[in-house]
């Protein structure tokens, strides 16, 4: 949406109930909008205080109000996992992205007529939501989309806030306006900058660019003082509010069902009482009606109305036709049939238009190879809150919103158009003996925003996580800076800062404007998805930590961490301590290089095929692997040595070791890479552990 479009849209918001609504005070009030909302300047005082007499002239301040609506879903995960089973978790995840993406939208379009409802919203996405309402209606909205949750999905949380606003804040900021007068500009920000106690905490608010920490004082106060600003204040609104139900409205209400000494518990959460009991498909269910939405809605989202009688005769809330028709399966359909976007060997398919999406995670793990592995891939994006917090206007904020959701969806399903391709598996349901079908071997549970959520087969899944981040940061770069004016990284300091490997690799040196992580984790299929989903959340809080470390010099790029699980008993408590105690991290000799960029996972993965390609015996590279883990104390001498002493009994296995291994990763004291002072890692344990889950590129 332009400038132009969100000007009529904030006109008619200020005019909501005004006495005059004459087509000339309209005409006026709406040059005076579109002023304020194309302004590029940083104005001093003088033409700020302008600004506002201007628009005075033309609305009186209390006249010159607008509300923000922002909120969305919490404790997500709490809803969507709430159950172990894959159709249950795929149902709560689309109620809750339909609730966002339509219901709460239409709340707009109900209340302000179709056209202003629809011009007011200014994003609604990946579970937020934010949008323009006029001052007087902007507490009533906001509870109304809290209810509409609550109705929909009956134990999901939300919150919603409002803020009445100035039409000048929607360009500037927060301000202080008394008596029609501007309080606080940059000149007095400048006189307590120039106190040595006030600036510390000024530049706590007012922040540095990270790769340019001194940049000037004014630079700061007028990247901070934009619409931006608001959103920021409404964010710590919504998080306020859902800490302190009373605030910021009326006091919130949570759902609960109270477990009666007499109840069955519903076995799908576990939480709450069973309210039906019977034949779901093939298995026995005792459901809540919480639960029984999330299953009927996971069915119908797998095109098997077929099977959902056993909730229609017994419930009476209906899925809308809206929420199957925008399904990820029915986008994917839609995908695939542009050759173009997916790979030769899939355009060429002839199941490619035929094939069902996959019903549970055993039928996605039948493609793996080793079989019976799935991958989950968990990636968000970073610096995306200092990024919005920095947009001058709505419109801004809006193009930058869709252009991160558009790139996140784009990225997966190129992703899968590439690496994924129909599998034929056993019809489990079927009651012909022996009865096949095609199915596409993964499940998108969420692409909202900027992050994702997906299972796919256990030894594709590095490649595609691989392929998201590279199609992810490439795309939003080029689209960010073709929207323009926004406040970037600078120039790289340092090129190879973040980059320990000299191999070639699919992710080229540029710039990325915003990068993403992910934590990926490989395991069998019998493992919990509640299991899975915890180990990749602690994956992915470390690679984001990892990638903010070198926002310090310019880089803005993702990283990745992984981890392949054999068997549950691996982690038990978790992945960080089980790495302190198995592979030294924390240590001076430390097993594992984990987190990588994305560049030094893709070579990585590199070096993995080329040592497969060269058929190095693997049995020498478990022995070395072994050597690392008997060696005593800190020192690497021994491990060194065995590598050596490798390479002299094998001549062609040392050159394969030399080519990409050595020259590649450590030069000095293969297989080890000095870090910090007195400190080593190496990655191979990290190459071994994925050493089976690597296949050959076809």
């Not at 209400?253 to 039906?276: F, G, M, N, Q, T």
């Not at 960029?597 to 049995?619: M, N």
Request: glycine share 6%; aromatic share 10%; proline share 5%.
């Amino acid at each position: 949406m332009t400038e132009t479009s969100f000007a009529q849209a904030v006109t008619a918001c200020l005019l909501w109930g005004a006495a005059d609504r004459s087509s000339a005070h309209e005409g006026r009030v709406r040059a005076v909008v579109e002023q304020v909302l194309g302004d590029n300047a940083d104005p001093d005082r003088a033409q700020l205080q302008a600004r506002l007499d201007q628009i005075h002239a033309v609305l009186p301040e209390d006249q010159a109000q607008i509300a923000l609506v922002m909120g969305g879903a919490t404790k997500i995960k709490g809803y969507v996992f709430e159950s172990p089973k894959l159709p249950e978790i795929r149902g709560a995840s689309a109620l809750l992205d339909w609730v966002n993406e339509d219901a709460v939208p239409q709340l707009w379009a109900g209340r302000l007529g179709e056209e202003l409802g629809q011009a007011c919203v200014i994003y609604a996405s990946g579970g937020g939501f934010l949008a323009f309402a006029p001052a007087a209606l902007g507490e009533e909205l906001a509870a109304a989309a809290e209810r509409c949750y609550t109705t929909t999905t009956l134990t999901a949380n939300s919150v919603f806030v409002t803020h009445t606003v100035h039409l000048l804040e929607l360009r500037y900021g927060q301000l202080a306006i008394r008596d029609g007068a501007i309080a606080f500009w940059v000149e007095e920000f400048l006189q307590q900058w120039s106190q040595n106690e006030l600036q510390k905490r000024l530049a706590t608010y007012y922040y540095a660019q990270p790769a340019d920490p001194v940049d000037a004082p004014e630079q700061r106060f007028f990247r901070r003082k934009t619409f931006g600003e608001l959103v920021t204040l409404l964010a710590t609104m919504t998080t306020r509010r859902r800490e302190e139900r009373s605030f910021g409205g009326d006091t919130r209400s949570i759902p609960h069902y109270p477990i009666l000494p007499w109840a069955e518990k519903c076995d799908s959460s576990d939480l709450r009482p069973a309210v039906w009991s019977g034949m779901v498909v093939d298995e026995e269910r005792k459901l809540s009606e919480p639960s029984a939405r999330k299953r009927y809605v996971g069915q119908l989202l797998k095109r098997d109305a077929a099977h959902t009688r056993w909730y229609t005769d017994t419930f009476a809330w209906r899925a809308p036709d809206a929420l199957a028709e925008r399904s990820w399966e029915a986008q994917w359909r839609a995908f695939v049939q542009n050759p173009a976007h997916v790979s030769a060997q899939l355009a060429q398919h002839p199941q490619a238009q035929r094939a069902t999406a996959a019903s549970d995670v055993q039928e996605i793990a039948q493609a793996s190879r080793p079989d019976g592995f799935i991958g989950v891939i968990y990636a968000d994006g970073n610096n995306v809150g200092r990024l919005i917090a920095t947009l001058t206007t709505p419109a801004r904020y809006q193009a930058v919103s869709a252009t991160l959701s558009a790139a996140a969806k784009t990225a997966v399903f190129h992703a899968l158009g590439r690496h994924v391709v129909p599998i034929e598996i056993d019809d489990l349901r079927s009651a012909t003996p022996g009865q096949k079908k095609w199915v596409y071997p993964f499940e998108i549970l969420t692409i909202g925003g900027d992050d994702l959520f997906i299972i796919v087969p256990g030894s594709k899944a590095l490649e595609i996580a691989e392929a998201i981040s590279a199609s992810f940061e490439q795309c939003i770069a080029e689209r960010l800076r073709a929207i323009g004016d926004l406040n970037g990284p600078s120039a790289i300091t340092d090129d190879l800062y973040s980059h320990r490997s000299k191999a070639a690799s699919a992710h080229e040196p540029f710039e990325p404007l915003v990068g993403l992580s992910a934590g990926v984790i490989i395991a069998p299929e019998t493992t919990p998805i509640f299991f899975l989903r915890d180990l990749v959340e602690e994956l992915l809080k470390s690679a984001k930590k990892k990638a903010k470390q070198h926002t310090a010099h310019g880089f803005y790029g993702g990283a990745v961490d992984f981890m392949v699980l054999k068997s549950i008993s691996m982690v038990t408590d978790n992945i960080q301590s089980f790495r302190r105690q198995a592979l030294g991290m924390g240590g001076d000799r430390r097993l594992t290089a984990r987190p990588y960029t994305w560049r030094e996972f893709s070579a990585l993965i590199t070096t993995v095929r080329a040592l497969q390609d060269e058929q190095v015996p693997r049995s020498q590279l478990y022995r070395l692997r072994r050597m690392l883990d008997e060696q005593p104390g800190e020192t690497i001498v021994t491990s060194v040595m065995e590598y050596f002493y490798t390479c002299a009994r094998n001549e062609r296995m040392a050159g394969v070791l030399k080519t990409h291994v050595q020259e590649r990763w450590c030069e000095s004291l293969p297989p080890w890479r000095a870090v910090e002072a007195g400190a080593w890692e190496t990655i191979w344990a990290d190459m071994l552990e994925i050493y089976d889950m690597v296949k050959d590129q076809q």
